[in-house]
C-alpha cells in the first residue's frame, strides 16, 4: 500500500517546508516572448487607432473596391482604345466587345456601391468575382502569373467583405445538416486571411533585388506567415498595411508620370489594387482572424 501511495500526503514537488529554495519557474517560450511584445505594441496601437476605429470598417469596404471603380472609369474613358483592343488583339467580334465592356462597368459600379453601403453583400462579392474572371478570359490575362496573385488577393479582400457583412442566423433546410452565419463566417474568414498574402509573395518574386528589397520581403513575409496561422493577426495586418502603403506610394506614384508616359495606367493599376488589398487588411485588423487561428486556440487554452 505504501508504494500505491506513492508521494501522496509528502509535499514534494510543492514549495520545501524546511525553507530551501523554490524551484525556477521554467524560461518562457520564444512564441510567448514574441506574443508579450507585440500584445504591447497592439495595445499602443489600438490607443493611436481608436478615434478612427468605429470608421475602419466602412474605410476598408471602399478600399476593397476601389480598383473596380477606378477600373470603370478607365473603361469609360478609354472607350474607343479598349474596343480596338479586344477586336484587334483578341479578336472578339464587334457587338460582343460592347456588352463585354458595359456589362463589365454596371457590374462593377453597381456591386461595388452595394459594398460600400453594405446592402445583398453576397450578391455583389459574387458579381465582382465575376468581373475578376471574365476581365482575366477577355484580355488573354489568365495566364499571367502576376495579375493570377494580385486577383488571389483582390478575391480574398472580396471574401472579408463577406465574412465581414454576416452576422449570426440559422438557415434550415429540410435533410440538411445547418450552417449558420457565425460558421461559416469562420471558414471564409480563414480564406480571406489566406488569398490577402498572395499579392505580397509576387511582390517577392518579382522586380530587382536590392538591399532594401530584401530587407521588407523577409519582414514582409513573416508577416504573411503570421496572418495566415493567425498569430497576432491584427499586428501582422497592420504590419503589412503600412509596408504596402509605403511601397506603394514609392513606387506606384502615377500622378509623377507624364499624360502619356508607357507605364502610367500600369502604375494607375497597380496603385489601386494594392489599396483593395490594404482595405482587404483593414477588414482583418477590425474584425480579427476568427476561430480558426492561434490568437483564439490561445484563449481557450
Known amino acids: 500500500m505504501a ?9 514534494l514537488g510543492g514549495p520545501n517546508p524546511f525553507g530551501g529554495p523554490k524551484p525556477e519557474a521554467a524560461d518562457p ?15 499602443i496601437l489600438d490607443t493611436v487607432s481608436e478615434p478612427i476605429k468605429p470608421y475602419l470598417p ?16 478607365r473603361i469609360i474613358t478609354q472607350w474607343s482604345d479598349q474596343l480596338v483592343y479586344l477586336n484587334s488583339y483578341r479578336h472578339i467580334p464587334n457587338g460582343l466587345t460592347h456588352l463585354f465592356l458595359i456589362v463589365n462597368v454596371v457590374t462593377m459600379v453597381t456591386c461595388s456601391t452595394m459594398v460600400i453601403v453594405r446592402k445583398h453583400s453576397d450578391y455583389a462579392v459574387a458579381g465582382l468575382m465575376g468581373v475578376v474572371i471574365t476581365q ?4 488573354g490575362l489568365i495566364f499571367d502569373l502576376n ?21 449570426r442566423k440559422t ?28 499579392l505580397f509573395v509576387g511582390f517577392v518574386f518579382s522586380g530587382e533585388w536590392s538591399i532594401w528589397r530584401v530587407a521588407v520581403s523577409v519582414i514582409g513575409l513573416i508577416a504573411c506567415i503570421m496572418v495566415v496561422v493567425g498569430f497576432k493577426a491584427k499586428f501582422s495586418a497592420t504590419l503589412l498595411v503600412v509596408i504596402l502603403s509605403v511601397f506603394n506610394v514609392l513606387v506606384n506614384n502615377f500622378w509623377t508620370l507624364h499624360e502619356h508616359h508607357p507605364h502610367k495606367d500600369f502604375a494607375k493599376y497597380d496603385f489601386f489594387q494594392i489599396l483593395s488589398i490594404v482595405g482587404g487588411l483593414l477588414l482583418l485588423v477590425n ?15
Do not use: C
Open 171 to 198: 438557415k434550415a433546410f429540410a435533410g440538411l445538416p445547418q450552417l449558420d452565419e457565425k460558421d461559416r463566417k469562420m471558414y471564409f474568414q480563414l480564406a480571406g486571411r489566406v488569398l490577402l498574402i498572395f
Open 29 to 43: 517560450s520564444p512564441l510567448d516572448a514574441i506574443r508579450e511584445q507585440t500584445s504591447k505594441i497592439e495595445d
Open 287 to 301: 474584425s480579427g482572424p476568427g476561430q480558426f487561428s492561434i490568437d483564439e486556440k490561445k484563449k481557450v487554452y
Open 3 to 11: 508504494q500505491i501511495r506513492g508521494t501522496a500526503g509528502y509535499h
Open 136 to 139: 482575366a478570359l477577355g484580355y
Open 58 to 73: 466602412a474605410i476598408g469596404r471602399f478600399l476593397i473596391v476601389v480598383t473596380f471603380l477606378e477600373d470603370a472609369l
Open 147 to 167: 495579375f493570377f496573385l494580385r486577383n488571389l488577393s483582390v478575391i480574398g479582400g472580396l471574401i472579408m467583405v463577406l465574412s465581414d457583412s454576416w452576422v
